[in-house]
Each structure stands twice: as C-alpha cells, then as structure tokens.
C-alpha cells in the first residue's frame, strides 16, 4: 500500500499562486488514490488522468509565466524540466492504459515527481523572489 499524499508545508515555495496550484495538484493526485483504493472503473480513473494533465499543462504555463516575469534565471531548465515531465507522463498513461503499468505505478510516478519538482526546483523560485526583494 502506498503513502497517502497529503500537502505539506515542505511543498511550500513560497509564491501564494504557485503553491495554490500545488495544493490543488495535490488534491488531484490524491483523488487517483481514492479512486484506486474503491476499485472504481478504468474509463472514470483515465478521465481523471487527463483532468490531472490537463492541470500539469496549465500549471506549467502558469509557473514558467511567473518566472518570466520575476526574470528567473533557471527560466529555460524549469521549462526543459516540465517538458520532459509531461513526455514521460504520457508515457506513463499510455502505459496504463495498456495494461503495462498499474494504477498504483503511475501514482507512485506522480507522487515521486511532485515531491522531488517542487522541492528541489520550485523552492529555488521562492528563494529567488525573496533574494530579490
């Protein structure tokens, strides 16, 4: 059984909009855990995937918009980043849905990517804010 996700303050970068977004990806992932923990069925589990990257892009977008504007110097890494999260989701997904890799996988691969993006890249942005006054 995996851990259940559940925001933390840890998870915080210290940007009030990036760290909502956050919360709510959060509640999303968890959500899958719901989901998953019922025995709901695979054509409402997939939905909720593609809300969840749906989310991804936007929050992305989001993010990258505001590193923009605060003249963020790891603006082009973050995006090559995000990038390459989202291919290796889809990947993940298409996985899923064929049968290669469980439900509990693919969260398992969200969870890991969340916790390690915001608190190894995203706290940076926060600390860049704050250095800038």
């Known amino acids: 059984m995996m851990t259940e996700i559940v925001?933390?303050?840890?998870?915080?970068?210290g940007v009030e909009e990036i760290d909502?977004?956050?919360q709510d990806f959060v509640k999303?992932?968890?959500?899958?855990?719901i989901l998953q923990e019922k025995g709901n069925p695979k054509h409402l589990v997939i939905r909720l995937i593609r809300e969840l990257g749906a989310y991804?892009?936007?929050?992305f977008v989001s993010e990258e918009n505001?590193?923009?504007?605060?003249r963020y110097p790891g603006l082009q890494?973050?995006?090559?980043?995000?990038s390459r999260l989202l291919e290796s989701f889809q990947e993940k997904v298409k996985s899923y849905e064929g049968g290669r890799v469980s439900l509990e996988g693919l969260i398992?691969?969200?969870i890991d990517w969340f916790v390690s993006h915001s608190t190894?890249?995203?706290?940076?942005?926060?600390?860049h804010i704050q250095q800038s006054g």
């Open 56 to 59: 991804a892009q936007y929050h």
């Open 120 to 127: 190894e890249e995203d706290q940076k942005i926060g600390s």
């Open 66 to 70: 505001i590193m923009y504007l605060i």
């Open 20 to 22: 909502r977004q956050h």
């Open 7 to 13: 925001w933390r303050d840890a998870y915080a970068v």
């Open 108 to 110: 398992q691969f969200l």
């Open 77 to 82: 890494r973050q995006e090559s980043e995000h």
């Open 28 to 33: 999303l992932i968890r959500r899958l855990q």
